[in-house]
């Protein structure tokens, strides 16, 4: 009896807000001086801002590596006291989860991956409600 009536329950709506970043800065758009050479690390910094929230990243890549290293940094703009600390950082790609850490006390974190498309973050804000987003569909970055 308690199955049929699981059965006809409506599913839950979700009330968690998402918010979309907005790329403010990236390091592509940077000119190189003239002469320099590039090593054997290839990198890009890129900065998004999300409400409140900016989102600094790193992605690095070794020469010859299959894999990726992201670092990044989630801070809150309107409050920078306020610790960003033991927020979960995804990254999927599509709806597939690729690589997942914590934020540390500076909210800062790191990932490693294997490049792919549709590659995205999601950092859920805990009690707020809120998820950022941040879409990192260009090439460069995956």
Known sequence: MKAMFALNRQPRVSAVRRILATL????????????????HQISRHV?????????DL??????????????????????????????????LSGNQELSRSLSNSFGEFQLEYTPREELHLLVPLGMKGQELEVVLNDRAMN
């Open 24 to 39: 403010v800065y990236d390091s592509l758009n940077d000119p190189q001086p003239a002469g320099v050479r590039m090593g």
């Open 47 to 55: 900065l998004f801002d999300a409400g409140d929230y900016s989102v």
């Open 58 to 91: 790193r992605f690095e890549h070794e020469r010859g590596s299959a894999s990726m290293v992201l670092v990044g940094q989630i801070a809150n703009r309107r409050t920078p006291e306020k610790m960003m600390s033991h927020f979960p950082v995804i990254l």
